[in-house]
């Protein structure tokens, strides 16, 4: 028999559409509240790769990327994915805004080799993970970060490469000392995550 392991930890991090800074300030720190302390926060860059979100978020649509501090199971990524739409819900109405979605949240991990992605949409490269969630490697790290044939044309970005390419040594860092990992998230829809 095969013997099994333990998936080596990774980092969380959450990529974040705003419709205006004081969206993107709050959704920051509601994650930060929900998932633990944020350790990195990339630049403030305009979205404007592409037109799909304007109905929702609006026409400047703000991006930026935060890592948490401590490092996860891969294996929460699904969950995480349902939180961070409960969150979105909830950042709609308190942003009171006459925009169905004035923040979109994006979690996914990084590892060493790879950025993975968590999508509530299925397509042929994606693989489901459970709770009507899928999940897809979008970039791959060997000498600098590579986007695959369907990486979203902003992950293509070299200023997103510099980000990632922090989170990644942060978390290098990390697997060099104590490790704290969650491997539990608490209560969600009366399941223990």
Not at 94 to 123: F, H, M, W
Not at 134 to 140: K, S
Not at 172 to 191: D, E, F, M, S, W
Request: net charge positive; hydrophobic share 40%.
């Amino acid at each position: 028999m095969w013997e099994l392991k333990d998936p080596a930890p990774v980092k969380l991090i959450i990529g974040i559409l705003a419709a205006n800074r004081q969206c993107l300030d709050e959704a920051v720190e509601a994650a930060g509240r929900r998932f633990g302390a944020v350790d990195l926060r990339s630049e403030e860059w305009p979205f404007d790769s592409t037109e799909y979100y304007r109905k929702q978020i609006g026409p400047r649509i703000l991006r930026q990327f935060i890592s948490i501090d401590d490092l996860i199971d891969p294996g929460l990524l699904g969950a995480i994915k349902l939180m961070t739409n409960a969150l979105e819900r909830r950042l709609a109405v308190q942003a009171a805004l006459p925009l169905p979605r004035p923040v979109n949240l994006d979690p996914g991990c990084i590892e060493p080799s790879k950025l993975v992605l968590a999508t509530t949409k299925n397509y042929s490269h994606r693989i489901y993970i459970g709770r009507r969630i899928w999940a897809e490697v979008t970039l791959v790290y060997d000498k600098g970060w590579k986007a695959m044939p369907y990486t979203y044309p902003d992950y293509r970005q070299e200023c997103y490469f510099e980000f990632f390419d922090q989170v990644r040594e942060r978390l290098a860092a990390q697997l060099k000392g104590p490790v704290r990992v969650r491997r539990r998230l608490g209560i969600l829809g009366g399941l223990r995550v």
